[in-house]
């Protein structure tokens, strides 16, 4: 029923940026909380970012104070700022959501994206 596209990965050296965007689509009548994840080669995929439908933020303790997420509601759209970028920032990033439909409002349902790349070069 739904879909959540990325984009805005890439290459980038060390202390650039990147602005990560994620879209959701479908008959959606609201988004509850929205995330990013990242999931380094041979590690298992963590937390980055996340934001609750009040604003309410929460940030992996290696990216405060260099990341910001952010979301429009009206566009169904959360985006993931990354600033003084690390090579150990070097993951695939994804997109998550709990989406709930318009034709089932008591059901949340949990969508990842496709995931996009992000590396970093010494």
């Known amino acids: 029923q739904g879909q959540l596209v990325e984009s805005g990965g890439g290459l980038v050296q060390a202390g650039g940026s990147l602005r990560l965007s994620c879209a959701a689509s479908?008959?959606?009548?609201?988004?509850?909380?929205m995330g990013w994840y990242r999931q380094a080669p041979g590690k298992q995929r963590e937390l980055v970012a996340a934001?609750?439908?009040?604003?309410?933020?929460n940030y992996a303790d290696s990216v405060k104070g260099r990341f910001t997420i952010s979301r429009d509601s009206a566009k169904n759209t959360v985006y993931l700022e990354m600033n003084n970028l690390k090579p150990e920032d070097t993951a695939v990033y994804y997109c998550?959501?709990?989406?709930?439909?318009?034709?089932?409002?008591?059901?949340?349902?949990?969508?990842w994206g496709q995931g996009t790349q992000v590396t970093v070069s010494s």
């Open positions: 998550n959501a709990g989406l709930v439909f318009e034709d089932n409002h008591y059901d949340e349902y949990d969508y």
């Open positions: 479908g008959r959606i009548f609201s988004i509850n909380a």
């Open positions: 934001v609750t439908s009040d604003g309410v933020t």
